[in-house]
């Protein structure tokens, strides 16, 4: 099997997709990331819709039951439309997990878990930009 | 409402009968309907003179969409209203049933039975037994409040009696929102000795409810409320309990939690969370919360297309014995504003503002009582584009400023501004290509040069006291985990990610990546992945497929392959069997104060052995000292009209403030009245 | 007002009136076929039809049957009954009536798709998918 480029002149992905997510910082953070990666859409061919859900696991928890670390779970669910149309050309799933360390004051471990929180949208963005370049081909 | 008087009732039959004594006699398939009530018999005759429907069996009669009533005779009204029902049963909303061997309407609101079984338990023949049912001299069932009142009622298991109320009052089940005990739980810890929970929910209106948990053991007295409101705009929900108990020196000891969220106008959102104990051990004795320190907070934010705005107010307080409230930032505010714009339709500019401040009661010098405030200022121009054979150019421009104003510190100036240049450039190669069958392999190799300056003064850190590397994070101008500390000098990032799609529903990715420094300015610790003129190897591995299974892996190793930092999540939901597995492998760094390595196993899983029954188990073990954290079990049995629920939990911690604690939970609940919820899967059927 | 069923009791000796606008004799089998608004009458009981055939007993000495087509009416003192067809059978007394039949008096009616009324016992017999509106006196 060779490699051809995602981007070859013929199909043209960069700016293709409009992206909607949530309404809050993740969901912010989550559509800046992956309109970096593919490029704000001028005039969009596709839309895809995205949801999020996220949740925390203990860690690393001491004899006195600290908890020093927490996982940060992510799943993007989407849907890959043509633009401004009903019908689904694909949807699926992403999911991952970043973590943080639970052992400094309390600013730092908020901002630790927030600095998490931006990570993970940021790498699923990244996971969602492969899945659409696996797709290239059957968008035209 | 009742129905209108003159409303004719509509009978349909096979046949029927005119006789000259003025009766009609309408026999094959009869069918009355009246209003929302539907009766179908073998055969009906009508009596125009009395006015009296004399109905033999086999009789159903349908009531609205929740109530069937099966019987063998009936004298009954035109209308279905008034009249006797003889060998009656009565199925409320498909589960609970009752039994009388004579049901009389009195009128449209209420109905009486005389000598009755209740109960949701499946029958299978005429000698089984239920599970469980409730004998009564007499039932009352007020159809307009949804209320079943029992006269001289027994409640027996396996037709075994087992108590006697003279008067029971218990919810039709289909009531929503029906006031009554909720699930009684029978608990025993090692601390608070063996006690029962029983909760009572009372709803308020529509839109308001109280649920009142008292909580009686050998060793507490305890009450614990929930009060929920909604509102047009919002919610709010207020937990909390109140204890008197012998473990501590207090004789009253209690805790409040409230949280809220609403909308306001102009897509505001304001969200509040209030936490507050009387004494420190509280919550972990009774188990209200793992948190070992309470924050309660006030925030208000928006989110629009291309900007967001969030600011909050944080108030800490701290359970724990090994550290003082004083000299921990108790008091934090912070305001933060980003905004995206195009600037001429070329390239993007993300422009943010933000001030963190906090403050500690401690008037000590120095770190464990100065207060900072950082107020920082960014423009970020960045532009990307395709050319060549579809290579990704992207140019990055940043220009970074934080002002501090620290008090109580003599080591740091009073204020200072920091100004920080960046620049970069990254260059990345997507490449996909299809396999045998459909598999699609997408192959991204990217570089990354990064500058910025070598050297920058030197500012209170309250943020970066933490070092993490990911994938989210590897070309990051700024890789430490807050805006105070500034990662330094020119840098290069290289690395490589691969993904393969099986189109059987299989997905694999691997993403590598490290940096080379210009110099190493030593600023990060060992075991963080960003240390050292060429940092360690990031490599994050994942392994998916369609039916549930999914595995991730992220490591941070050296040359050779000495792993830092390892952290696995392995998952697999099917229809029977779910579970979800990680391990923790943290090596000791005395730089991030971590003096022991950390490696932990977790594991937890659930599995439906078949319709009824279903067991859990978690497991918690600590492989460096060799020892089980904590673990439990549980089993559950349900079906259409019990569901039972065994759970036994052990703490194994050891240390000064925390004992273990063995804790025992048993919970019944009788299904088939309206707070007992719905059983259809559950339900078993007769062989 | 009640549904008197009963009152369809009829004296079947009493003298057969009929008239109509044409009148023909059918002279093979003696039977005699009035057309045109026919009314037959006989005592309190009115049958009214477009066609009714008069079939007399072999002697011609009297009625054996009436045969009453396109929209019969039966009328019996406070009673009526309709339906496509009816026959009524002098010497047994009966009359059977087929097609959307609908007994009504005052407010309460009964439909079927046959009914056969027996004029000694003043039973009526209705089958087929009756429907009856059973008009409750005021009190439920």
Redesign the interface.
Known sequence: CQFAPVYSDRNDLWGAFAFTAPKNRLGFVLKQRLEDRMGQPQSPRYDVALSLSNSLQRNAITADGTTTRFKVFGTVSYTLKPFQTKTVLHNGTVNSFTSYSNTGTTVANTTARQDASDRLMSLLADQLVARLYALGPSLT | QEASPDLPATLIADSVTLSRDNTLTASGNVEILYDTTRLRAASVRYDQRTDTLAITGPITVIEGDSTIILADSADLSPSLQTGILRGARVVFDQQLQVAANRLEKVNARYTQMNKIAASSCQVCGPNDVPLWQIRARRLVHDVEEKQLYFDDATFRIFDVPVFYLPRLRLPDPSLKRARGFLTPVVTSTSLLGFGLKLPYFIPIGDHKDLTLTPYISTKTRTLEFRYRQAFRTGRIEINGAVSRDNLTADDMRGYLFANGSFALAGDFNLSFDIETVTEDTYLRNYDYTSKSRLDSRISVTRTRDTDHFEANLIYFESLRNDEVNQTLPSIVGNAQYMKRVRPLGFGTLDLSAEVLSLHRESETDGISGRDVTRTSAAAHWHNTAVFGPGLLARADLALYVDHFDTVQDSNFESSQTRVTPYAAAELRWPVASTGVGGVRHVLEPFAQVVWTQDSTDDVPVEESTSQELDEGNLFAFNRSVGQDQIELGGRATLGLSYTRYDPRGWSIGLTMGRSLRQEDYGQFTRTSGLAGQTTDWLAAFSLKNDNGLSLINRAIFDDSFSVRRSETELRYSGKKFSMSSGYIWLARDAQANREISVSEWIASTDYQINKHWSTSADWRYDSVFERTQNAGLGLKYRNECIEMGLSLSRRFTSSASLEPDTKLDLSVALKGFSTGGRAGQYAHTCN | Q?????GM?QDTDAPVEVTSDQLSINQTDGSATFTGNVIVGQGEMRLSAQRVVVIYTEDQSEIEQMLAFGGVTLVNGPEAAEADEADYTLSTGTVLMRGNVV?TQG?SA?S?DRMTVDLE????????????????????
């Open positions: 009640q549904l008197q069923f009963g009791q007994v407010p009964v079927a016992t003043g039973t009526a017999q209705l089958d087929g998918r009756v429907r009856t509106l059973l008009q409750s006196s005021g009190q439920n």
